[in-house]
């Protein structure tokens, strides 16, 4: 692999994906010669659970294993779970296309399998170019994290100066999509009470009069749209007001993004609201359980306290067939920092919620880490909801809301159809909401 002179390059975590062993073995040797650590699977399913336990930097499959797409299904796979884990293809029989869907899904480069001297050149290029791209994400996560402990738990000065990085980086080229989508929900909690302003500006910049028969209008129409409307507090109450205003606009006029996306800070403005007063008591006495810490520690395993295999497959079972919208990583990052902060912890948005609803309000039961079964019984005390299935709905309502307003994952949110079911969603998941007890 490329260095300068005299320089030993920085060892490299390379998982192997295939399902010949001979193929492997070579390949391993070949990479240990080259400073790598090689891990090794034999198909999607072991290549998914060695990512999870032993975080490698950079992955290698082949495209034919059980099946002549599962190379291609891994990476989308990976893509969904891991997006800043590097993908390398080789394969011995993929066509073009094969290769272009591999890029399109998210490899870093797409390689010929042939005589395993002949292409080591081409792979360690590749390897060189991967771990260089997992570094700088590393770096740029890192960064973000930071911005997050300020975000959420420094004084309000304090936070008005990280503003100016965030949007900076929101504009710097080559950022990946998921890095940008998490720097812009951060930006949104940090400038939440600008941002309702903003969209409270944007109604009234429609040429819409807000008068007392306006209001009142708008009221009328969010009662008979959702029967929870008049239960709800005074802050909802103003963000669904302002988003009604906006989407009616939407109708008359030529689309507009910025509308579109204030509309969507509005109406996830309100769920947020309604959702955090609903929630707040039940969230304050969890934190100040010791239990619950004990039971966060039976989710986690290993030295580098990844979420354990049976909590990730508790968790895909759960949600097969729905819009989580959550990675693993979401779940253990909402894990660790409640473990860090423990009383002093805020939930960091809608998703945060969601994952605190699916695993502490409602009765299941899991195989642990350190007893044969752990049994959770609704620590979070949640009430109302008659069926496990509402409260599984309502966890996956929340992480779609904030999912759904992220222009950085949801470009189309400026077509008023989209809107439109970002609208329902909110009303769905106020009307859940309001049952709570």
Known sequence: MSQARGEQPARRRVLIVDDNKMYREALRRSLMLRNCDVLEAHDMEDALERIELDSPEIVITDLQMRSDTEGLDLIKAIKAQYPLLPVILISAVGTFEDGALAQKYGASSVIAKGRIEEEMQQICRAIDRAHEEYRRNEELRQRLREAAEIVDYRPEEQVREVLPTLVKFLSEEGIPASLRAEAYNLYVRAS????????????????????????????????????????????????????????????????????????????????????????????????????????????????????????????????????????????????????????????????????????????????????????????????????????????????????YRNPYIHPEISELEKVSVLRQRTFECLMLASRVN
């Open 192 to 403: 939440t009470d600008r941002l309702r302003q903003e969209s409270r500006d944007a109604a009234q910049q429609t040429g819409l009069i807000l008068t007392e028969s306006v209001v009142a209008d708008i009221d009328r129409l969010l009662s008979e749209a959702l029967a929870c409307y008049d239960k709800l507090d005074e802050e909802a109450k103003e963000s669904l007001r302002c988003a009604e205003f906006l989407y009616r606009e939407q109708k008359r006029r030529p689309q507009s993004l910025d509308l579109s996306r204030n509309m969507g800070f509005s109406y996830c403005f309100a769920a947020e609201s309604e959702v955090k007063r609903k929630l707040q008591r039940r969230i304050t006495k969890l934190l100040g359980k010791p239990e619950t810490y004990a039971l966060i520690e039976e989710f986690l395993e290993g030295p580098q306290r990844k979420l354990s295999v049976h909590t990730r497959q508790h968790m895909l079972v759960v949600m097969r067939g729905r819009e989580w919208d959550v990675t693993a990583d979401n779940v253990r990052q909402t894990f660790l920092r409640m473990l860090e902060h423990q009383e002093r912890y805020k939930p960091d948005g809608l998703k945060a919620l969601g994952i605190i609803v699916l695993f502490f309000g409602r009765e299941y039961t899991i195989v642990g880490t350190r007893t044969s079964k752990v049994f959770v019984g609704n620590p979070l005390s949640l009430k109302g909801l008659e069926t496990e299935q509402e409260i599984i709905r309502f966890a996956e309502l929340l992480a779609q809301l904030q999912h």
